[in-house]
Structure formats: C-alpha cells, structure tokens
C-alpha cells in the first residue's frame, strides 16, 4: 500500500440532531461521500493486495510548503498491473487512488506533447511512452536531473526553454515568393534531412542527460542546437541565412562544447540523431571558415 | 492586475495564430495557457490540412464536400470562409517554414481523405499537427508575444446586464499553477477563447488530458450559448487500449478494415458501397460497432486496419509516425499484422456559439478553434477539416479583436431574428436548480458587477470571487474528490452517449450527471499546497466536464432524427422539415434554456440543397 494511506473521514454530525432541511440534505450529502469514500478506499486496497500482478514504484516526493515534505523523500506505490500499463499510467493510477497530491505534469498521453519526461531506474525517458513491464522492480521515478525540482516530479523548465529560443528558432528567408498563392519548393531530399530534426517536442530529456550542458549553464545544449540545425540545413533559408545561423552555433557555449558522448541520442524518446547532427554542424561550420580563410 | 489589449485563452493552433493575427494588426496581445504552447494537443493532429491549392480544385468544390459532409447543419457563410480562406492560409504557414511533405517537383504534397471529392489534404507526414503547432510558435517567439504559460483561466469577467447580447467582456481570472496566485487580465478590446476540445468528458478519447472543455464551460456560464454540441464525432480508427488516434491517412493512402471472419465489411456489408473505407467518419465508425455488435469484432471489441499491403517504403515515406504509435501503445508492429481499432471520441463539433469573425453575442468575447461554434462542421466534420479552421478563423478572430475594418458577418448570434425556444424534457432539475446555497465552484457566472463601474472594477472583482471559491476548496478537508465525481460522468456518458444513442440511456445519463452534481457540491481537495497543486486544476476543470456533459446529452434527447454523427435509435431518418437548424443552449444563471435558430444553406453563389448523405 501507499505510505500515504488516506485517513477515515470522521463523522462530526452524527450526534446531532439534524432538523431543517438544509441540515438533512448536508447529512445525507456528507453520508453518500463517506460512503463513496470508503468503499473507494477498500476496493483500491483490496485491489492492490489481491491483484496478481502489482508494480512496486518508489516515487521521489518534494514541495516547498508542505513541512512534511520540504526534506525530499521517497514514497512507495504499489499500482496493480493492467497488459501495456506505462509509467504515466501507474502514477496516475497512484494519484487518483491513494495521494491526489502526487504531481507530475502529463497532457497527450501519446508522447507528443512532451510534458512527462522524467527519470526513471536512473535514464530519461517520457513516462507515456515506457512500459512497466520493460523496468525491473522497485521502479525509481525521479524529477529530470540538473534542473530546480519545482514540486515532486515537476522541474522548472525555464532554463530549457530559454537555450531553445536563444537560436533565433524560426524560418528565415529573403526570397519568398511574391504570391500569397505561392510556395516555396523544396526537395524531397532536403525536407528528408531535416525531417528528424523537426520531430523534437521539447521534452527536454536529451538536455538532463548532457554533462556539458550539467557544467555549463550557457550552453546551447542539444535540443537548442539541434533547432538550428532543423533551419540551418533547410534549403528554403539560403545561403546568407545559413552563415548567420553557423556563427550563432560557433559561440562559445555553442557546438564546439559537444564532447560526442552520444548520452543525449540515447535518451531521446522521438529517435533524433542528436549528436549527428552537432557533428555535421561543426564540419560546416569548419568547411564555412576555411573558405573565408 | 495585467492588461492588454487582446487576451488570447490557450495556445493550440487557434490560438497561436489569433495571437500572431492581433500583433500583426498592431495590438498589444498576450496568451494566457495552462500549457505551454508547445504542449498543446493540435500537435497530435496527424492527417493534414484541406486546402485547395491545385488548378483542377476549387474552393467551391471543398464547400460542397463540406456541407454535404455535415450532413447539412453548417452554416454556409462559414463553411465558405474556411474554403475560400485555407489556401493563403496553408501557403502562408508554408511561407513560415512548416515542414510540409513534398511532391517530386517541390510542391506540397497533398493526398485523398475521407468525404473529399479532390485528394486535397496537405500534410506533413502523419504528424502535420506537430509540425503546424511548432511553426505557428516559432513565429509567435519572433515576434516576441508575451505567454503567460501554465496559467489555468477560471471565468470571465462579464458585466451582468439581464440579457448576454447587452453583455461586454473585459478580461479574464486566472489561477497561476506554479505559485497558486489567482489574477485578473483586463483586456482593453476583447478576449479570445481557443481552448479546444472536450474529449475528457468521455473515458474513450483522443483528446489529451488537457481537453476538459474550459472555454466552452467559462463562456456558456457567462452567457454566451452553446450551440449543437450533441454532435460529437467518434474516429473510427483508436488504438483499443489508449485511445491514441490512427489517422485517417492510411485509410487514405489505402488502408483496409476488416472483421474477425476477414471480410472487408465496409463494401461486403454495404454500409459504404462507393468509397468503403473513405467514408464519412461516422459512417465508419458505425460500421465497426455494428459489426461488433453483429458479434464479428475482433474479442468482442475491436475490427482491424491493415496497412502492409501498401508495402515497407510507402508507409515509412507517408505514415511513419504510425509505426511507432502502434508499436509504442499497443504492441503491434503494423509492417508485420493488421492494427486492432475502435471508435473513440475525437472532436466536438458543436461549441460556443460565433459567428463566420469569431464573435460571440457578449461584445469584446471571442471563440475560435475547436472550442467554438462557427458552424463549419454542422453534423459532422471532415477529415482534414480542424486544422485549417484553426488557422483561418483563429487569424479572423485575432484582427477582429485587435480592432481591424472587416465585413460584417452574415451569421447572427444570441438570441435575435428567426429563433424558436423550446422546452427541455428532463428526468431532472438541470443546471444549478435544486441545488443549495453552497455551490462552492461557480466557475464563471457573470459577476454580479454591483458598484462596478469600469472594466477594472469588473475584473477586480470577478478575481476576489474566485479567491474565495479557491480557499474554500482548499481549506475544506473533507468531502468527495474530483477523480471519482470525473470517472463517473465519464463512464456514464461512453455508456449512454457514444455512436448509438437512445431515449432511455440518454435519461439515464442525464440522472448520472444530476448525482454527480450533487457530489461536486461537496468536493475538496486533497492537496493544500499552492505550489503546482494539479489536484486543485483537475477539480475546478471538473465542473467544466460536468456543465459540458450535461448540454450534449441534453442535445441528443432532445434532437429526434439521425443527423451526423448524431444517431438514435428511436429515429433513423434525417428529418430535414424539422431539424434544419441549430441546437442551444443558454446557461440562464443557472436554469439551462433551450432554444433553436434555423441553418443558413443559402451560400455566396448558390443555395446547398439538403441531399441523401451516401459515399
């Protein structure tokens, strides 16, 4: 069971004697709530003890206002398993069955929005997308690291989205067609390499994984440069666009920090070669300055 | 108190692109979200993007498609706009640099839906959504837009004439999720509600989480109607076990349904002779039920979509996303067996009530997007529909609110000119009737604006109305929580107002609701914290699911043919003598009235003559 075992609901009115009708429709009210309560209780308990199949889950708990929880700590869940649960599934299971208090941002449950990467047995991954039954038990679900917890699993993400839009993260051209009726063509080749580029969803995984990026506040990290790459390689921008976006990447806290240790591409949950394509920036970037050379 | 002139509500596709409409126009815009943007569900819109971009396609023929897929319950003038305008407004997000899926010669490529009579939906792998969401933000971080994201807005601040169409809008309340702070935004010209769908009312969705209907909800208890929301539209193709949507585009690319026996039902059953598996969305889903209840489902529960025939390169080039979402959340590998489907709840056509400029009957409030009713949809909307109704009437409430010259709208809202009231047959008290003095979370009735005398005031005080209802959900420590009060209505509503509908059901859940209501009066939440208290967001998001149920089932006894996606049992035909018009309802301060106002068929050029529906 939850170390946060709901208590019983105490009974304040039954002594009284209820007269107007506004008491007896309280009392009732009150009455069918406890019921509902209780029987709710029982059967989440007795479901969690006799189910054959239950995952233990050891979840890290903090809030900077509760006493109790200022010192983070660890709860155990005990989530009975359903064929293809995931993790997002058991902690919501966990919150609306034993601590309505148990907090996680979660929005799409498809992992396309991007909301519930978290850390899991020690890697990032979206909590949506992770199959209990791939995870060996207790299973440990921890707040991203390197990041302010805000509260239990929710990180403050500010710092993420800030390296994100330091980029100039949006389509740049001079030439677009004059037509409103006009687009602009584009390879099937070209759309095909930035293809996987255009797939983040600012999960902010690859960000939690980096030790350069732990080290380094200022630097880009591989979501922010992998943004620039999606518009830098986009044949659409030309090639005075893409000398301004090199020199954005050549920064000091820019590529050139990438020390290719592959952690951000493992942990991505939408499969972008990440540090491929922080390789392949650096050869342009090395091409571009022996031209000017 | 923060001000501007234009308050944008929720940052999906709607919304982005009001918000970039009003900044271009020159007002000083803000979006307040309770995601942020990028977290919004239009990113998990997968098919695409109706537009008629080609020389042999024409808008007029994407509105015919349209209106005869609504089944002849849009509204012509809206339904024109979307056609007219999607085009410079697909082009203008490829000017933006969206990631569209091309064509040898660099053109975007488009591909067949369902219902269309030209392939012209544009798209962008199965992940069009995504791609449409990040390039309308990106264009919103250029123009440096200021979001307030994660920010949950809990009513408006709505002055209290007697009647709505007296009624302005002068801001918002809203409740600051990281640090429990609840605030006012006037808004100088106007609000803008795009806050999508309302799938969390059925425990069957595609929607995401966030899709509780808030916008929809906060209006209707300030005033504004809500108009045909008994049609909600079920996708044929979910994956059983989440809900998580298939698109469309395999059956477009050539996708195939069948029943456990193999057969291929949609022609060997005759429910869709002429374009089988491209049928309408309702039709489809039908179909699978039936089949399903004819006893030749797949565990008595589920058909199968196989794709593998179309061959490993075409699906990679064309729906690769799709792989990953069988594979990921049903543990199929499509390239190797057919995918188990279902209908699930998908998409709200009806909503708060607009006109074709994203206007409401209460001055200075807007809607657009999912969450509002132009109508464009009517009975049903198509394939590839949403998304352009995003971007085109999202920009025409944008410059609308931010004060630009447009041509006054043919569609009229609230109550003026030809409309019929009507009376509600109910098992039970509706609305807030019946109930005691302690309703504890009165989201959004008008404020009673008292000595209010500017619009100030007015949020000022719309603000202190709901602190009051937060303390209280906070400090009363006991009670009923959200979670049992959600799953009630939730279950109630896929049980009795899903594809098949009939009269006893529908009264059944209108009883369901009726409790629930009850139960809600004494709700409380668990968690006291007032940073991110999530357990708080899901209560008050819980009596917006609770006013929401209650108008679609209202609307669906209420309307007795079979319409759309709207089917009952006791009533099998369209009856167009009878039914040619729009359902509303107004929230009445509390005592829900219901009322009808005819469809205009009449469009630009010609009238769209009501035929039989057949594909």
Same mark, same amino acid.
């Given at each position: 069971?939850?170390t946060?075992v ?5 009974d304040e009115?039954?002594?009284?004697t209820v007269?107007t009708?506004k008491?007896?429709?309280d009392a ?12 709710r209780e029982?059967?989440?308990?007795e479901?969690?003890r ?14 900077p206002?509760?006493p109790e929880k200022?010192?983070p700590?660890?709860?155990d869940f ?7 649960m995931?993790i997002l599934?058991?902690?919501m ?5 034993y601590?309505?208090s148990l907090t996680f941002?979660?929005s799409?449950?498809?992992?396309i929005c991007?909301?519930?990467?978290l850390f ?5 991954r ?9 995870l ?10 390197h990041?302010d917890v805000?509260?239990?699993l929710v ?6 989205y800030d390296q994100?839009?330091a980029?100039e ?5 001079n030439?677009?067609p ?8 584009q390879?099937r080749e ?6 996987m580029?255009?797939?983040c969803?600012?999960c902010?995984?690859?960000m939690?994984?980096?030790n350069i990026?732990?080290?380094d506040?200022e630097y880009?990290g591989?979501a922010?440069?992998?943004k620039a790459y999606?518009?830098?390689?986009d044949e ?7 000398q301004?976006?090199l020199?954005?990447?050549e920064q ?8 290719t240790?592959f ?16 390789q ?8 571009n300055?022996?031209k000017f050379? | ?5 234009v ?15 009003a900044?271009?126009?020159g ?5 307040v979200s ?7 569900h ?15 396609d024409?808008w007029?023929d994407h ?5 005869k ?8 003038p809206?339904a024109?706009t979307l ?6 407004e ?14 040898d010669?660099?053109?975007?490529s488009q ?11 544009t798209?962008a792998?199965?992940?069009?959504g995504h791609?449409?969401?990040h390039?309308m933000?990106e ?5 440096g ?13 709505v ?9 302005t ?5 809203a409740y600051?999720?990281?640090?429990g702070?609840?605030e006012?935004?006037?808004a100088r ?5 795009a806050?999508?769908?309302l799938?969390?009312?059925?425990d069957?969705?595609?929607n995401?989480v ?8 906060m ?7 809500m ?6 539209q079920f996708h ?9 949507l ?9 996708g ?13 059953y ?21 089949e ?6 797949i565990?008595d ?5 196989d794709?593998?025939? =179309? ?7 064309r729906?690769?996303? @799709?792989? *990953? /979402?069988? $594979?990921?959340?049903e #543990?199929?590998?499509p390239?190797e ?6 209908p ?8 708060i ?13 807007y809607a ?7 109508s464009?949809?009517g ?5 590839g529909?949403a998304?352009?109704e995003?971007?085109?009437?999202g ?10 010259d447009?041509k ?8 003026v ?7 509600i ?6 609305g807030e009737?019946?109930i005691g003095?302690d ?8 404020a009673d604006?008292?000595t209010?005398?500017t619009?100030?005031? =007015?949020?000022?005080?719309?603000v202190e109305d709901?602190r009051?209802? @937060?303390? *209280? /959900?906070l $400090?009363?420590?006991? #009670?009923i ?12 509503m896929t049980q ?6 009939e009269?006893?059901?529908?009264k ?7 409790e629930a209501?009850?139960l ?12 991110f208290?999530?357990?708080l967001l899901?209560?008050l998001e819980?009596r ?11 609307g669906?006894?209420a309307?007795n043919e ?20 729009h359902t509303?309802l107004?929230w009445?301060?509390g005592r829900p009235e219901?009322w009808?106002?005819p469809?205009?068929l ?6 769209y ?6 594909y």
């Open positions: 069971m939850s946060q709901p208590e019983q609901v105490e009115s039954a002594s009284e007269s009708g008491q007896k429709r009732k009210k009150r009455e069918r709530a406890e019921r509902v309560q209780e029987q029982v059967e989440a308990a479901k969690a006799t189910a054959d199949d239950t995952y233990h889950l050891k979840v890290f708990r903090y809030d206002e509760v200022q010192e700590r660890f709860d005990y989530v009975p398993y359903k064929q293809g995931t599934d058991a902690l299971w966990a919150r609306d069955h601590d309505s941002r979660h799409c449950r498809q992992a991007g909301s519930d990467a899991v047995n020690g890697s990032q979206l909590g949506c997308k992770t199959q209990l039954s791939d060996s038990e207790p299973v440990r679900v921890e707040p991203l690291p990041a805000v509260k239990d990180v403050d993400m500010e710092h993420f994100m839009e980029v993260p949006y389509f740049q051209t030439s677009l004059d037509g409103e009726l006009e687009e602009q063509r390879t070209n759309r095909e390499k930035v293809k580029s255009t797939r969803i600012w902010s995984a690859c939690s994984s980096c990026a732990a080290g506040n880009l591989p922010a440069i992998n999606r518009f830098a390689m659409r921008e030309g090639e005075d666009m893409k301004r976006r020199e954005i990447l000091e806290h820019g590529v050139w920090r990438c020390q240790q952690s951000c591409t493992e942990v991505c949950p939408k499969d972008i070669p990440l540090t491929e394509h922080i392949e920036l650096k050869r342009e970037a090395i091409k300055n022996l050379w | 108190m923060y001000e501007h002139d308050i944008v509500v929720g940052a999906g596709g709607a919304g982005l692109r009001a918000a970039i409409a900044d271009e126009e007002a000083d815009v803000a979006i309770k995601l942020h943007p990028v977290r919004s239009t990113g998990a819109a997968e098919g695409g993007i109706n537009a008629a971009l080609r020389e042999a024409s007029e509105a015919y498609d349209t209106m897929g609504s089944d002849y319950l849009a509204d012509a809206a024109e056609c007219k305008d999607s085009p410079k697909t082009i203008k997000l490829e000017h933006w640099g969206m990631a569209f899926s091309r064509d010669d660099g053109r975007v591909r067949p839906f369902g219902g269309l009579s030209f392939p012209r939906t798209y792998g199965a992940e069009t791609q449409l969401l390039t933000y264009q919103l971080v250029k123009r837009i200021k979001v307030y994201d994660e920010w949950h807005v809990t009513r408006l601040a002055s209290d004439e007697e009647q709505p169409e007296d009624r809008c002068h801001g918002i309340v600051d999720v990281q640090t702070q609840v006012g935004f006037r010209n106007g609000v803008i509600l806050t999508g769908g799938g969390q009312v059925y069957h969705t595609t995401a966030a899709n509780t209907g808030d916008g929809v909800a209006a209707y208890r300030a005033g504004a109607p108009e045909d929301m008994e049609f909600i044929p193709t979910t994956l059983p076990s989440t809900g998580v298939i698109t469309e585009g395999v059956r477009g690319e050539g195939i349904l069948y029943n456990e026996d193999g057969e291929r039902f949609m022609f060997e005759g429910y869709a002779n002429n374009l089988g598996e491209l049928a309408s969305r309702d039709v489809v889903s039908r179909a699978e039920l039936t399903v209840n004819e006893g030749r489902g565990e529960e589920y058909v199968h979509l794709m593998r025939h =179309l061959g490993e390169e075409r699906i990679i080039d729906l690769e996303n @799709i792989i *990953h /979402l069988s $594979e990921d959340f #543990g199929v590998n390239l067996a057919p995918m188990p489907v279902k699930g709840q998908h998409y709200a056509m009806g909503g009530e607009t006109d074709e400029n994203g206007e409401t009957c209460i001055a200075g409030l657009a997007g999912e969450c509002a009713c132009a464009v949809h009975g049903n909307r198509l394939g529909n998304l352009p995003l971007i085109v009437f920009k025409r409430a944008g410059h609308h609110a931010a004060g630009k447009m006054e709208a043919e569609i009229t809202t609230g109550k000119g030809d409309y019929e009231t009507a009376e047959e109910s098992p039970v008290e509706l009737s019946g003095e309703v504890v979370a009165d989201g959004g009735a008008a604006s008292g209010a005398t619009g100030s005031d =007015l949020v000022q005080r719309a709901e009051q209802t @937060i303390d *209280h /959900l $400090e009363k420590d006991d #009670g929580q959200h979670a049992e009060i959600r799953e009630r209505v939730q279950k109630s009795n107002v899903n594809v098949f509908r009269e006893d059901g529908l059944q859940a209108l009883r369901d609701i009726r209501r009850e809600y009066q004494d709700v409380f939440v668990g968690d006291k914290s007032r940073t208290n999530t357990d899901q209560t819980t917006n699911i609770l006013d929401i149920a209650e108008a679609i089932t209202l669906a006894l309307r079979f319409r759309g996606a709207h089917w009952r049992k006791e009533y099998q035909e369209r009856r167009d003598e009878k039914w040619l018009k509303l107004s009445n301060d219901l009808y106002k469809v205009i009449e469009g630009e050029n010609k009238t003559e009501p035929k039989i529906r057949s």
